[in-house]
Structures are given as structure tokens and as C-alpha cells.
């Protein structure tokens, strides 16, 4: 019997490792994860495709990280069920690992729509480094690719195949890109931007059928959308999202809704089975209320809690929030928070200067800081971030928000010495 099985190696499951170590350096940790190098930063897959970052750079620890934590892992390996009766993971072959405690940390799995010809040669998702490797191999093939989704994921991988000489279109079924993180006119910026770096964007339509090669009908040779428009290309990526890996408790009594349910502690229902990262639905600080949060930061601080308690350091996650910082085609944004305003409840405060491609707004309830969009200059942003976690007030001095001059300095004296040099 191991002490701790975790089952998943990325971030939340690394996070947990290093928690547990702090505090029992004796324990026995099994770790399972179907990838056979999951010690990797799978936000630089794109780097990696693009050909700016060797798979030495991309590590999130190194080669040496499982054995100086005294970890026994089985990579490559799948868990396929659990049984809470008995206390132990089942694995792929038929193997079964005992426990005491467990954290599932199984992240997401792409959304893969049904799409006829969607099993040709040529046809990748990009969600983790052997999709990204996959993709590379065939980049030689051919020169058009057509991404399937224009989200973040979509987006990254688009940027990476222009750096790599490929001609790019995205198909977005909403009417804009970007849309779950960015409000319209964000989004209208940032979607310029990629067209000018010669990315064709076709919103409001889907892919319907996956057209094969006159010479080998099993290669990809273009799509069909939805509207019978027809697009020649040699690779297609579906980039559409991710849900969340909850078949290993699928017939267990262990609560999910859209993700696992935890609570403040990374706990299920369940006593001594946590769960943590992209499968978990955790602690939004924004909201006051439980959601998917699937971030990669969130995701190790989500597992250090979920660590720190399986070894009985009682330890409470602060919460995370929906964030997005990130810098395709050249222009730096970030997001966080609730960053759409419809309700009649949020005040919001805006700067747009198109010509210039900068644009902030700040979203406000009962004048505590909600949310926050920044394109173009983000120097400001970690500021404005700390006032959202905090819930500061900002009544007193709101308006100088979105202004180029505000900054620490500007700040009230009481406020400046509470929040940054005092322990803060």
C-alpha cells in the first residue's frame, strides 16, 4: 500500500508532491500518469511547435525531480477505475494500487466534436507535448492548416504554425475569438492584429466534414464548413476546449457537476480522496463560489493545499480566479475576473485608444475591483490584480484607475503603506 497515490504528474500533482515532502519526508508517494515525461509546462506546447523552446527549456522540474522526492512512478500508465470499498486505483493491465489518501488530478481532455472524415491522417489536437510533437512531424507535408476554434488554445497553436511558414485560418463558431476571456472589443483588437500577420479568421461557422486528398483519400486535403464553403489544407487541428477527466470516479460516490466538487481544503465528499487542477471544481474568489478553473497556476497551488492536508497540515486555498496572460502575435494582454458587464450591477471604467492598440477596462461592484482587461500596457495590471484579491476599496480613488499616471505613487499614503510595506 502506498500512503499517497496521486494520479496525474503535471502541475497540480507536482504541487502536491512538494507539500507532502515538507512535511513527511518518510511517506510512500505513487504517482500515475499516462504521459511518460509529465514534468513539463504544458502552456509552452505552442513554444515548443513553433520551434522557440527545446524540451529541455520546457521543464517544469527536472530530470532528477521523482527520485530526489523518493516518488515511485508509473508513467505511461492510465488508472481506469476506482474503488473506494477496497481503497485502491485500478490501472491499465489489471494492476491495482492500494492507498490511504488520494488526489485525483487528471486535468482535462480535449472536446472533439463529430466531424465526418475527423479520423484522417492529418488531423491533431493540442492539448499536451505528444500532440505538439504529433504536429511538428507533419509540418513538412504541407503548408495550409485550418484550426478549429479560435480560444486560447486555438489561438496559440494558429501563432505557432505562422512562425513555422504555415498559412493559418481559424474557424470560430461564436461570432468573434477569444470570447470566453474577452470582451467584444478586445477582442476586436487582438483579431486585427492576427490578420494582419496573415491569419484568415472565418467566425459564426463550423467545420462539418474533413475533406480527404485527390491522391490519398485518408489525408487531410481541406474542409467543408457548415455554409458548404470549402477550404484547402493539409493539417487540421481541432482546438476547441477542454473538459474536465472525471471517468476514473465515474460509479463512485464521489460528487461531480461539471468538474469534481471540493471544498476549501481540496476535499471531496469522499474522506481521504482530494482533488485538484483542471477536473476540479474549486474556489473562485471573484464569485465566492465554486467553478472550473483550469489554469496552470491554479492547478499547483491547488495541489500544494491538497498536499499540505492529505499530511494532515491543515491548509486553506485563498482561491483563484479566472486569468489570462498572454502575448500572441505581439501584443501583450491580460484578463481576469469577470471581464464581460452586462448587468446593471458592475460599474465599469474604460480607456480605448485604438490607434494605438491599447485598451483598459475595469470592472467594479459596490467599488471593489471584479475584473480587469489590459492590452497593449499591462505594466499596471499586477497592481490592479492585488486591489481584485484583496477586495479593496477603491471608491476614493477609482476614476485615476485606467489613467497613464496612476501608479503606487498615486495611491493614498494609508493605502500604499497597508498594502505593499506592511507584510503585503
Known amino acids: ?149 479560435g480560444g486560447l488554445i486555438g489561438v496559440s497553436v494558429a501563432e505557432a ?52 486528398r485527390r491522391d490519398d483519400d485518408n489525408a487531410v486535403g481541406g474542409v467543408v464548413l457548415a455554409n458548404d464553403e470549402e477550404i484547402p489544407c493539409d493539417l487540421v487541428v481541432i482546438a476547441i476546449g477542454v473538459v474536465p477527466r472525471t471517468e476514473l470516479i465515474v460509479g463512485t460516490e464521489v460528487k461531480v457537476k461539471r468538474g469534481i466538487i471540493v471544498d476549501r481544503f481540496m476535499r471531496t465528499n469522499v474522506p481521504d480522496v482530494y482533488a485538484c487542477g483542471d477536473v476540479a471544481e474549486a474556489y473562485d474568489f471573484v464569485l465566492d463560489g465554486n467553478r472550473l478553473l483550469p489554469l496552470w497556476p491554479v492547478a499547483h497551488l491547488g495541489g500544494r493545499v491538497a498536499g499540505y492536508n492529505m499530511v494532515g497540515k491543515k491548509t486553506e486555498y485563498q482561491g483563484g480566479t479566472v486569468m489570462s496572460a498572454l502575448k500572441y502575435f505581439d501584443i501583450p494582454i491580460i484578463s481576469a475576473g469577470i471581464t464581460t458587464s452586462e448587468s446593471d450591477s458592475y460599474e465599469v471604467l474604460i480607456d480605448h485608444r485604438p490607434e494605438r492598440k491599447l485598451y483598459k477596462k475595469i470592472v467594479l461592484k459596490n467599488n471593489v475591483i471584479v475584473g480587469m482587461t489590459f492590452v497593449g500596457d499591462i505594466e499596471k495590471a499586477g497592481i490592479i490584480f492585488h486591489f481584485m484579491k484583496n477586495r479593496v476599496n477603491v471608491r476614493e480613488f477609482k476614476q485615476g484607475l485606467i489613467s497613464e499616471n496612476f501608479g503606487l505613487v498615486t495611491l493614498p499614503a494609508s493605502l500604499r503603506k497597508k498594502l505593499f510595506m506592511v507584510g503585503n
Open 161 to 212: 504554425l505562422v512562425k513555422r511558414e504555415m498559412k493559418v485560418t481559424i474557424v470560430e463558431l461564436k461570432d468573434r475569438i477569444l470570447n470566453l476571456i474577452l470582451d467584444a472589443a478586445t477582442s476586436d483588437i487582438v483579431e486585427k492584429v492576427i490578420r494582419e500577420a496573415g491569419v484568415s479568421i472565418v467566425t459564426g461557422r463550423t467545420v462539418q466534414r474533413v475533406l480527404g
Open 1 to 149: 500500500m502506498s500512503k499517497y497515490v496521486i494520479v496525474g504528474g503535471s502541475a497540480g500533482g507536482i504541487g502536491a508532491v512538494e507539500a507532502i515532502r515538507e512535511v513527511d519526508p518518510v511517506g510512500t508517494i505513487t504517482v500515475i500518469s499516462e504521459e511518460t515525461f509529465p514534468q513539463y509546462s504544458r502552456p509552452m506546447i505552442a513554444d515548443y511547435l513553433s520551434g522557440e523552446a527545446a524540451l529541455e527549456r520546457m521543464k517544469y522540474r527536472d530530470d532528477h525531480f521523482w527520485e530526489k522526492n523518493r516518488v515511485q512512478t508509473l508513467t505511461g500508465r492510465r488508472a481506469v477505475s476506482l474503488d473506494l470499498d477496497e481503497r485502491c486505483v485500478e490501472l491499465d493491465g489489471g494492476d491495482k494500487i492500494s492507498f490511504e489518501k488520494l488526489l485525483i488530478a487528471t486535468g482535462g481532455k480535449p472536446i472533439i466534436p463529430k466531424i465526418e472524415g475527423g479520423d484522417k491522417d492529418g488531423v491533431f489536437t493540442f492539448t499536451d507535448l505528444s500532440n505538439a510533437e504529433g504536429l511538428a512531424a507533419e509540418l513538412e507535408k504541407g503548408k495550409r492548416a485550418v484550426v478549429i476554434g
